[in-house]
């Protein structure tokens, strides 16, 4: 299958900003997720990104694309102590994924 | 958005039984899901809950071993049979709509199996 790649850990003060990074395989994915994961949690959806899109922001959040490099980014601007969680990265390709994601293997933030 | 409840929440298990595990969505949709996470792994998805007709599992998902009831557009069940230790994860249900962007998940049920 398609491969979803993440960096597994992230450490960062309280206060600075974060930046999760994704990379993905599939060139046919028209829609990709960051989901944040608290411990014994289930997934929250924090925001998607249409293919279309090269950015978009959501208060503390800005989700970067770079399709041509496939690659996909999450800041967390003014980072806290409860953003620290599990981020997982994902992908759909509605084209024939019947609306199924792809998932990466997380990416887990400390914050300090 | 959808609110998705999944039942129980976590659960210890004998190995050789089997457990149901309920989901339970709000607002009727078209696609439902169910995921493994594995301990400290990501998630996979074990088969696609289809209203009415049989699921449709993944490579490496059989029915036997997980079969899934989707009676109507909201509800859908998964079995964990005859349960083994490498079945202890965490088992997760979501939701979606074709041509919906949003795809919604429940808090997921943990199970151990001893």
New interface residues.
Partial sequence: GEDVEQSLFLSVREGDSSVINCTYTDSSST?L?W?KQEP??????LT?I?SNMDMKQDQRLTVLLNKKDKHLSLRIADTQTGDSAIY?C?E?D?SNS?????????TSLLVT | ?AVIS?KPSRDICQRGTSLTIQCQVDSQVT?M?WYRQQPG?????IA?ANQGSEA?YESGFVIDKFPISRPNLTFSTLTVSNMSPEDSSIY?C?S?Q?GN????????T?LTVV
């Fill in positions: 829609y997720y989901y014994g949690a289930g997934l929250q959806l998607y249409f997982f994902a759909m509605d019947g609306y199924a994601l792809n998932f990466g293997k997380g | 958005s999944q696609m899901f792994q990501s998630l996979t998805l696609t449709t997760l979501s979606g074709g962007t949003e795809a919604f998940f429940g808090q997921g943990r």
